[in-house]
């Protein structure tokens, strides 16, 4: 049995200034007097620490082990890339501290739509939405999901290739069980997340403990003229940034979960400053490892970096790589989903999505329904279609949206002034940070206008699904039929199913 959580009157459509009130404003959740246990409720069962796991375990991929190359090959040489190493850690940092300052002043999950919805309204929060529920997200999941399916079964059929049949096989395998995993507990997701985070950390630690050994054992060749200027690309400096930023996303992804929150005011800022320092460091440190044992050309050269770092230091032990990253993407596609679920879960609450979205089990207290929606579609883009492709065409509005969400918090410091704000950040850090995600999408317009101009085109046919969907009480017939009740409706009710 499912219940609907709570939902209030006039949501994502009918809450305007017109009317008193503010776009995106949600009531306080009522009890469902029929429910067994008072109010069917997502619990805060997210701690400090599984908070930090969420984030670092989303951060921390894949790429950091198989191909951190992009800065390098971008910057020129060793010195300007971990220069670009650093200055994009502390540029996203300025991103996670305006998000802390939006996630307790706004203590609603759903992230980047929740900041936009509460900013701008419901038509350009909704264009958001669409693009991550038609294409962002499930090819996102697709895509960390075949490097889960690669990396486990790679130890098994060396040195042979692993056959992309069996590759898919392990795919699904890997997708399924992420997903009925956060369908059955959210305490065991977070356990589950936290264990994944450690296993990351112990990967990188296995790589930045002998690389600094060597390093302090005189091992610096590779530094020598490491901020050689002849070397320096001017041009492909702003790539090379983009490549860092990429690296670093994830660090908003705490932000989709603050209704689960323990004492979110304190919580979302600590997890988040604390998150970010150990990500930065494990970034520079293990480049600086990497650099230790690997020359420039070494590391460009290599396939997976990782596993040339583990053969040259540790010889037979560079098996277990692949499983250390098979484990981190498993980690990734974990806390991902998680996160996932809760925009659409609050995105069904604001009524932009099927009300069955927001039913949450009554016994397990999952929004059952909001996690199992990406199964399907993420299945068929597995199968069918190139899912790099549509990465490439949707990657950047990720960034787009990210900025007008930070500019989001500039807006409302002028328009909503009495707005609780229990953490605030100096007003230059979401400046900064605005500004550098809009130069990312400019960027992207500049070196790849083709595939840009996709992407935009795709996301933009939210505008018209937004009336047809959410605006418009008098549907046509057959849209009426083929739809039945599932389209949002402007009713607050509970509902449950048996």
Known sequence: MTRRSVNGEGTGVNNTPQNGGHPGDTPVPKEDPD???????????????????????????????ISPKGILKNSGSVGISLVVWIACGVLS???????????????????????????FGPQMAFIRLWADIIAIRPAGLAVISLAFGQYILEPIFMPCGVPEIAIKLATSIGITSVMYLNSMSTSWTNRIQILLTFCKLLAVATI?????????????????????????????????????????????????????????????????????????????LTNVAYYTVMSAEELLASQSVAVTFAEKTMGNFSVAVPVFVALSCFGTMNGCLFAFSRMFYVASREGHLPEVLSMIHVRRHTPLAAVIILYPMTVFQLFVGDIYSLLNFMSFLRWLFIGVAVLGLIYMRYTRPDMPRPFKVPLFIPAIFSLTCFFMVFLSLYSDPVNTGIGFAISLTGIPAYY???????????????????????????????
């Open 35 to 65: 429910s067994p246990h008072g109010k069917v409720e997502l619990k805060k069962k997210v701690t400090l620490l599984r908070g930090i796991s969420i984030i670092i375990g989303t951060i921390i991929g894949a790429g950091i082990f």
């Open 93 to 119: 940092l300025f991103g996670a501290l305006s998000y802390a300052e939006l996630g307790t002043s706004i203590k609603k999950s759903g992230g980047h739509y929740t900041y936009i919805l509460e900013a």
């Open 468 to 498: 047809i969907f959410i605006v418009f009480d008098r549907r046509p017939k057959w849209l009426q039929k083929s739809l039945g009740n599932t389209l949002p409706t402007r009713r607050s009710h509970y509902m449950d199913f048996t």
């Open 208 to 284: 930045i403990v002998p690389g600094l050994y060597m390093l302090f054992k005189g091992e610096t060749r590779n530094f020598e003229n490491a901020f050689d200027v002849s070397n320096i690309k001017l041009t492909g400096l702003p790539l090379a940034f983009y490549s860092g930023m990429y690296a670093y996303s994830g660090w908003f992804y705490l932000n989709f979960v603050t209704e689960e929150v323990e004492n979110p005011e304190k919580t979302v800022p600590l997890a988040i400053c604390i998150s970010m320092a150990i990500v930065t460091s494990c970034y520079v």
